[in-house]
T-cell receptor
Framework: KQEVTQIPAALSVPEGENLVLNCSFTDSAIYNLQWFRQDPGKGLTSLLLIQSSQREQTSGRLNASLDKSSGRSTLYIAASQPGDSATYLC?????????????FGKGTKLSVKP | EAGVTQFPSHSVIEKGQTVTLRCDPISGHDNLYWYRRVMGKEIKFLLH????????ESGMPNNRFLAERTGGTYSTLKVQPAELEDSGVYFCASSQGTGRTEAFFGQGTRLTVV
């Protein structure tokens, strides 16, 4: 059974710092991994989608890497800003089964202090 | 283009009552998913529609939950009768395909059963 773990559960950093959020998963048989952002009381915003054949994806100050064989992904945020404060979630889509549903971690709550 | 839309954004009902949540997916997306996040837990899959057919309903907690997608457009999730443990945030997502495609989420419906 696939399990997704995110470390740390919470992180507080000063503005301008570069930071890394970690995600690990137990079953490497995945189609892809998706990083989301959730602001308080809001929905999930998709940040980056990495297919199983890819090693990394970049969007602006965000860079996500994927090491499928070791079951790990990282989300790197460069030059953090107070507006980056949110909960960051990673989710994997398994091979097999209905190939539809995502399995989520509990998330990392990020606070960037001005 | 409109994103995934959910109604209502919040609902407070008494134990034993009935509540119906609605989701309008992105136009043209055949795949529609329901997820739920209860307090302190990760977001968990409930079910997956492909057009009007239920592809996977393995995550539905019990028979008090009924999901429909008549005509393959919008979907409803009815909880009848509601119990205290049904409280949480219910998310809807849609995608064009399964497997490698990206999922887009709505803002969620926060359900509180008192």
């Amino acid at each position: 059974k696939q399990e997704v773990t995110q470390i740390p559960a919470a992180l507080s950093v000063p503005e301008g710092e570069n930071l890394v959020l970690n995600c690990s998963f137990t079953d490497s048989a995945i189609y892809n991994l998706q990083w989301f952002r959730q602001d308080p009381g809001k929905g999930l915003t998709s940040l980056l989608l990495i297919q199983s054949s890819q090693r990394e994806q970049t969007s602006g100050r965000l860079n996500a890497s994927l090491d499928k064989s070791s079951g790990r992904s990282t989300l790197y945020i460069a030059a953090s800003q107070p507006g980056d404060s949110a909960t960051y979630l990673c989710a994997v889509r398994n091979l097999g089964g209905s190939q539809g549903n995502l399995i989520f971690g509990k998330g990392t709550k990020l606070s960037v202090k001005p | 283009e409109a994103g995934v839309t959910q109604f209502p954004s919040h609902s407070v009902i008494e134990k034993g009552q009935t509540v119906t949540l609605r989701c309008d997916p992105i136009s043209g997306h055949d795949n529609l998913y329901w997820y739920r996040r209860v307090m302190g837990k990760e977001i968990k899959f409930l079910l997956h529609f492909v057009k009007e057919s239920k592809q996977d309903e393995s995550g539905m907690p019990n028979n008090r939950f009924l999901a429909e997608r008549t005509g393959g457009t919008y979907s409803t999730l009815k909880v009848q009768p509601a119990e205290l443990e049904d409280s949480g945030v219910y998310f809807c997502a849609s995608s064009q395909g399964t497997g490698r495609t990206e999922a887009f989420f709505g803002q969620g419906t926060r359900l509180t059963v008192v």
